[in-house]
């Protein structure tokens, strides 16, 4: 039996100012650290085996955090990492321009597929590279204890594997909140998501 543990990174200096990350960096705040130790001691008796993480430096930083008790292997891939925003990345939020009736991102999480900023990354491009790191993950690592370090909509999409793309664009998964998925043979249980109860008090 497989378990997929999957998270999204500590809060950002970004996330807290509104800006849009994407591939560009932002550090982690004391809350976003003190949320990955949070969820390292949670998970410290699961016996993560090995760690896949986005490489980048929001989500390394996480993933390094949480590895420190058992030193835990970890592999960065360029296929977890954010969705490009392309020219929007850094902007704030609020000032996004119009597409249609909604602003940019507004557009993306009402389902929106092809909508992207030059030289960004719709969401249809996130699911190729995403499911296909997945699909690879599950295939070369089974009957271990699996964690993936990621971001808020690329975890959104590989979420979306086991359930419904459109639904799992209207949610929003915390930061450093834990889904743990087991694969018994070809069937995938859900048997928590977007806990974030380790963190409620920070």
């Given at each position: 039996m497989t378990t997929l543990f999957l998270t999204r990174h500590g809060e950002t200096e970004w996330n807290i100012a509104g800006r849009l990350q994407g591939s560009k960096d932002s550090p982690l705040t004391e809350r976003g650290l003190n949320q990955a130790k949070s969820l390292r001691d949670r998970l410290k008796n699961e016996k993560i085996d090995i760690i896949y993480?986005?490489?980048?430096?929001?989500?390394?930083?996480?993933?390094?955090?949480?590895?420190?008790?058992?030193?835990?292997?970890?592999?960065?891939?360029?296929?977890?990492?954010?969705i490009g925003f392309g020219e929007y990345e850094g902007k704030y939020i609020k000032d996004l321009p119009k597409v249609g009736e909604n602003n940019f991102l507004e557009e993306m999480f009402s389902g929106n597929h092809e909508v992207k900023g030059t030289d960004g990354e719709t969401l249809l491009d996130v699911k190729n590279r995403t499911f296909k790191k997945l699909e690879s993950i599950l295939e070369n690592e089974k009957d271990k204890n699996i964690l993936i370090v990621t971001h808020g909509m690329a975890l959104k999409v590989i979420m979306s594997y086991f359930t419904e793309f459109e639904r799992e664009l209207k949610g929003v998964y915390g930061q450093a909140s834990l889904t743990k998925i087991v694969r018994d043979k070809d069937n995938f249980n859900i048997l928590s998501k977007n806990d974030r109860s380790h963190t409620e008090n920070l």
């Open positions: 993480a986005s490489p980048i430096k929001r989500a390394l930083d996480t993933a390094k955090i949480i590895s420190e008790p058992n030193n835990t292997p970890i592999v960065t891939c360029d296929e977890l990492k954010e």
